[in-house]
C-alpha cells in the first residue's frame, strides 16, 4: 500500500511538471564558413549558457596519442594569444561566469555561461579560447604531471581501476575506445602536436556553436558573427569516423590485480543500441527498471553492496552499457551469481509492472525538471540528434511506452549469456574465489601499455 501511495504521489509530480514544463525554439543558420550555429531561446532569466562542440573525442585518437583529445580541450583553458592563464581566470571570476572544458568518446566541448549585462567581454574572452589557444608548454607538462599522479593504475581509486582495464577488455587496443594513457606514452605528447589535433580538428565545418538562454539575440549574433565568421580551417574539414561494434556475444571475464586493495571492484559490459536507434527511449527506461531491480535485490536485501547501478551514456554513445559496483573481498563471487539471476529473471519474466510504473515517471519527471540551459544543450545537441523536431517529441515518446515495448527491448539488449566481466582487486585475498570462474583471463598493470 505504501508503495502505491508513492507511485502516486510522483505521478501526480509528473504531470505537473509536464504541464509547466516549455521546450525551447530552435534557430538555426550557417556563417559563411560554413560553421553551423543554433539558438536554443529559452527563458526569462537574463543569463546564457555558449557552447562550441566538436566533433572529436577519442574515437579520433591515433596509436600513441591517447588522451589527446582531452588534453587538447582542457588546454584550451591554460592561456591565449590575449588572456593568460590568470587574466583569463581572473575576468570569469570578475563576471561571476563559469568556463568549461571536456572530451568524451564521441564529441568535445567548451562551454561558458555568464550574465547577459556581460556579453561582450564574455563573447572576447570565449572566442579567444576557442580561436586563439596558445598551449604553453610548461603549463600542458604541468597538467599531464598531474593526469599521471592522479590516474596511473597503481594510484587510481579500484573502481576506476575496474573501468580502464573493462575498456580495454571489451574494445581492445585495436579500437582507440579500447586504449587508456599510460605515463611513456602521455610524456611523449608534446604541446606542438596538441596544437597540430586542434588545428586538424577545431575547424568551423567540424564545430557548431550551440546558444540556450534568454540573450539578446541581435547582438549576440553580431558577436558571433564578428568573432567567428571569419574563422578558417588550418587543415581538415569535417571528421568521419566509423568504429567496430565491439564483440560481446558469450560470457567472458577478466581479472586486473591490486596489491593491498581492500575492496573489489566488478563490471559488466552489454551491447547497447545507437542513439537514434527506434529502440532508445523503451531501453534507456528498461536500464532504469534493471538498476532499480539490481539496487533493491543485491544491495537492499542481500547487503553486498552499498551501491550498484545500471549505466549507459548516450552522450558517449560508445556502443555499450554497463553495471558497476564495488563491494567486499569475501562477496565478490556472490554478486556475480546475484547479478547473474537478477539478469536472468529479468530476461526471462520482463520488467515488473510496479518497476515499469515507478520508473517511468521517474524518468518523464526528469526531464521536465531540466532548468539549467547547459542541460537543455545536452538534451538537444545537434551533434547527437540533429532532428530537433523530433527530438521534441521525446517526451511523447516516453509517455507512449509501454511494459509490452520494454520487454521487447529487455529481450533484445538483456540476454543473460552474452556480456563481458571486469574484476579489479587483490589476487591473494580473492584466490578461491577467482578459481570458480572458468576461462578466467588475467590482465597485468602493464596490459594498457599498448599502443595498436
Known sequence: MKRIFIIAIVILASQQLFAQFTFPTEEKYKLKNKMQVVFLNYGSIPVTYITVLVNTGTKNETPGMQSISSLTANCLLLGNQKYS????????????????????????????????????????????????????????????????????????????????????FVYGAANPLGRNFYAAQLNKITADQVGEFY????????????????PDKEKLKALIEKYFGGWEASYGEVNGVSLPEPEIDKKEYAFVNRDNA????????????????????????????????????????EGKTYGIGCGFDAQSNNGTYS??????????????????????????SGAPAVY?????????????????PEQLVSIFNPLLYPDFEKRKQMLEEFNNIDLEKVNKVIKKYFNPSSFKVMIAGNATDLKPQLDKIPGLITLPLTAINVDD
Open 85 to 168: 592563464h590568470l587574466q583569463q581566470d581572473s575576468l570569469k571570476f570578475l563576471m561571476a561566469a563559469s568556463l568549461t572544458a571536456s572530451s568524451n568518446d564521441n564529441f568535445s566541448e567548451v562551454g561558458m555561461q555568464f550574465l547577459n549585462k556581460d556579453a561582450d567581454n564574455a563573447i572576447d574572452l570565449f572566442a579567444n579560447v576557442i580561436l586563439h589557444a596558445s598551449f604553453p608548454k610548461d603549463e600542458i607538462a604541468a597538467y599531464v604531471d598531474q593526469e599521471l599522479a592522479y590516474n596511473s593504475p597503481a594510484k587510481m581509486d579500484i573502481g576506476a581501476l575496474g573501468e580502464v582495464y573493462s575498456r580495454f
Open 356 to 372: 515499469f510504473e515507478t520508473e517511468k515517471t521517474r524518468l518523464i519527471a526528469g526531464i521536465n525538471s531540466l532548468e539549467s
Open 323 to 348: 553495471v558497476s559496483t564495488q563491494v567486499r573481498d569475501e562477496v565478490m563471487f556472490a554478486t556475480i551469481e546475484s547479478l547473474d539471476r537478477v539478469l536472468k529473471e529479468f530476461y526471462e
Open 262 to 301: 581492500t575492496q573489489a571492484a566488478l563490471n559488466w559490459v552489454k551491447k547497447a543500441p545507437d542513439i537514434r536507434s527506434k529502440d532508445l527511449e523503451a531501453f534507456e527506461l528498461a536500464t532504469h527498471i534493471f538498476s532499480s531491480m539490481l539496487f533493491d535485490s543485491i544491495r537492499v536485501k
Open 199 to 214: 588545428k586538424f580538428n577545431y575547424t568551423p565545418k567540424n564545430c557548431t556553436l550551440v546558444v540556450c538562454g534568454n
